[in-house]
């Protein structure tokens, strides 16, 4: 199962036929209205959007693949589950930060209960990790296509201390990245930081 997992996010990031898929949906009504209609070009665009980043968050939560790997089916499923029931309604918002941000809640969900030494599986995450804050799903999205600009060292700092919420000493001690002293790691953060608000001044972002 794990080569074949890993070979599709591969696939993902080499941004192959899952392209193919997103051409339908060029902007996030019409992949939303995709979804709606549970169609499976629409469902394998938004896989192919966020199977990436929701790999990253279970890797920074020590997440095992195989619990990644459903991580994404379901945070995908309740998404569908949600717009087909009318509790998600589209506000102008990409389909795949929504489901991002259900990643996120239920990521973190699972590692406090692993911390506290208890058995439970994604099943058994209530309903409230289950529905993103509407309010900061503009945000996250702005942030993601900050981001996206940086270098992957960049990225992988600004994303756990401000996206996931992990605590600099907790990063250093995991060994998430590469620096191995909490100076140094905000250091180049902070580093980052002014390379990203650069960027936003750049496109005028920081002005709306």
Known sequence: MLPLFMARILDIFLDKKTNRNCEKYPDH???????GHEEADAIQCLSARVSGSIYNIGKSYRLSDDNIEELICDCITICLQKIKTGKYIFQGHNPATYVIEIAKNRAKNLRRSALRHETVDLESIGEQEDQPDFASLAETELIENLLSKLDTNCQNLVRLKYLEE??????VEEKLTQYTTVDALKNHRSKCLKKLVEIGAAASIFNQ
């Open 29 to 35: 009504g019409s992949l939303f209205a995709g979804l």
């Open 166 to 171: 992990r605590r600099d000493k907790d990063v």
